[in-house]
């Protein structure tokens, strides 16, 4: 039996490949004129608030004849200013006590705020709506308000000159910082909580093991915020400290004078610009983490 050669493909009756495609040539990027406009905003704004830093920073470098002066910028930089700040006050000494009144008291903070926004985010109980309405209500009050009853309360309890204020201040939690984990907690599901219910676990240990750690970038905020508070306040240690353990606030506002009780700007100047770098530089290092923490907070 004989098979049917098939026909050969020979190059001239082959199909031809069709040619390839040529990309169109990527158009120029033209940038729309509302973004220009959204950049040149941020740019604006950005320099008027950076400008007063960088004024002090020029302050901070100015000899004492030239702090009249017209000029913007000084004709010589006194590098000197940054060690007559640290030598005419006992500055390390007011940094020391700043340091330990921020740490200890943003730590307790921090604790106090976490356990107090978990009951209020899983906790039922009668009447918490209006204990949390209340709460958030003392976020309204100014704290010159309550500057002199709280003065009478620690002076009767024997408490001015010390740091327990801080202390129980930091025990007490702040308001702030018990918003934002009540909002935090609140967006966790129930079944996380009821599967640890089921394998034996109680309260304690669900807000310790589960809770905790998965609030990492929002505890690195609340102790940010209450750290800066502490750092930056000047009523409160002017009026509850004495001279001998006060804080670096009060120390740089009020110790930089001449014999007759004139002030120095140029070396407040400088004595400033030292105060700020650890609120920088605590920044700095928990950035990332510090805005995380607002972005997951859940503001709803």
Do not use: C, H
Not at 140 to 168: D, H, R, S
Not at 172 to 177: H, L, N, S
Not at 249 to 266: E, I
Request: charged share 10%; no cysteine.
């Amino acid at each position: 039996m004989a098979l049917k050669e098939s026909p050969m493909r020979t190059p001239e009756t082959a199909t031809p490949a069709p040619a390839a495609e040529t990309a169109p040539a990527p158009r120029p990027s033209r940038r729309s004129p509302r973004r220009v406009v959204v950049f040149l905003t941020l740019l604006l704004v950005s320099v008027l608030l950076a400008l007063p830093f960088v004024t002090l920073l020029i302050s901070s470098l100015r000899p004492a004849s030239q702090m009249s002066s017209d000029t913007w910028l000084p004709s010589v930089l006194r590098w000197q200013n940054y060690a007559d700040a640290v030598k005419i006050i006992p500055f390390w000494k007011f940094a020391r006590n700043s340091l330990v009144l921020s740490v200890v008291n943003a730590a307790l903070t921090t604790l106090s705020s976490a356990i107090v926004g978990y009951g209020f985010a899983r906790l039922r109980a009668p009447g918490k709506s209006l204990l949390f309405g209340l709460l958030i209500a003392t976020m309204m009050v100014p704290q010159i308000v309550t500057l002199i009853p709280t003065y009478l309360l620690f002076a009767q309890m024997g408490l001015v000159g010390t740091y327990w204020p801080w202390v129980l201040w930091g025990s007490a939690g702040a308001p702030y910082a018990i918003f934002l984990y009540r909002q935090f907690f609140s967006s966790f599901p129930k079944e996380l909580e009821e599967a640890a219910v089921i394998d034996g676990a109680g309260r304690i240990r669900i807000f310790v093991q589960i809770f905790l750690p998965l609030s990492r970038p929002l505890l690195v905020t609340a102790f940010v915020l209450a750290f800066n508070v502490v750092w930056g306040d000047f009523i409160a240690p002017n009026l509850l400290l004495d001279q001998s353990n006060t804080t670096l606030a009060v120390g740089v506002s009020t110790g930089y004078v001449m014999g007759q009780g004139f002030p120095l700007p140029n070396l407040i100047a400088g004595g400033a610009v030292l105060y700020l770098i650890p609120v920088i530089l605590l920044f700095l290092a928990a950035q990332r983490s510090y805005v995380r923490g607002f972005a997951n907070s859940g503001l709803k």
